[in-house]
C-alpha cells in the first residue's frame, strides 16, 4: 500500500488516502500541458517553463517509476509544434540535448529505459544524437520504460502504418482481410511495447480537454484524467491522485463490471 497526502483543490482539506499497489496503471501517458501560460503567469518568457517543466519531467518519471508503473510516455512535442515561433521550436529542441545531458546517470541507477516515438528523422542531428544516446545508454535496464513521444502525432502514425500495410498488400505478403487490429498494433509506434502497448491511464494538465492528436487509436480503452495544474507544477502527489483517481474507475471494455452494479 501507497499511501500519500491529498489536498481538496477547492476546499485545502487535506486527508491522508491509500493506493492500491495491485492496481497501479501499467501505462500511464502524460500529455504535458501549460508550460507557457505557467510562465507567463510569473512574467517569464515562455521558455522558461519549458525548462520548469524538464525538471518536473525528472521529477515524475521517478515517481512512476517507484510507484511501479512499467511504462511511462510522455507527449513531449507534437508534429504540429512547429508551428511555434522558431525561438520557441529551437529552445524545445534543445531540451533534450539538456535533459538527456544530465540526467542519463540517474535513469541508469533507477533501471529506467528510454525510448522514443515519432518522426525523430525530421529533428536536427544534435537532438538526434541526444535520443540516440540515451536510448544506448540504457539499453539494458529492466525497469519502467520512459517513452517519450517527440515529433509524434496520432493521425501521421496511423497514415504510415496504413501505408506500409497497403505497401505489403501489393507486394502480395498480405490479403486486405488479413488487416485486423493487430495488424495495424504491429505497425504503430508502440508495437515494441508488446502487451503494454494501450496506456491504461491518460493524464493531460492544465485543464484543457483534448486529445491533440496523442494516441489516437491506443486510447480507446483508456482512462482520462484532466488536472488543473500547469505542467510545471504537477509533482509526486499530483501523480498519486491521479493513479488514485483511476483506481475509483471500473473498466468495463465494452462488457459488464464484475461487480454489475457499477
Ligand atoms: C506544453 O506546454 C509543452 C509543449 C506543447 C511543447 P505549452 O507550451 O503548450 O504551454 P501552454 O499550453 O501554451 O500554456
Ligand atoms: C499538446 O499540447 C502537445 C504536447 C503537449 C507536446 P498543445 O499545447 O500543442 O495542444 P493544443 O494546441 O492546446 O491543442
Ligand atoms: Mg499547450
Redesign the pocket.
Known sequence: MFSFLNKDQTTGEVEERQLDDANIPAHVAI??????????QRHLP?IA??KQ?MNTVKTVAKAASDLGVKVLTL????TE?WK?PSA?VNY?MKLPVDFFGTFVPDLVKNNIRVKVMGYTDQLPAATQKAVNDAIADTKDCTGMVLNFALNYGGRAEIVTAVQKLAEEVQAGQLTATDIDDEAIGRELMTADLDGLRDPDLLIRT?G?ERLSNFMLWQVAYSEFVFTQQ??PDFDQTALEQAIYEYQQRHRRFGGLATDNTK
Not at 500529455?31 to 507567463?40: C, L, S, V, Y
Not at 507527449?75 to 507534437?78: D, P, R
Request: proline share 0%; hydrophobic share 30%.
Open positions: 500529455i504535458m500541458d501549460g508550460n507557457g501560460r505557467w510562465a507567463q515562455r517553463g519549458h517543466g507527449y513531449a512535442f507534437s509544434n511555434r520557441e524545445l492544465s484543457e500547469h505542467w
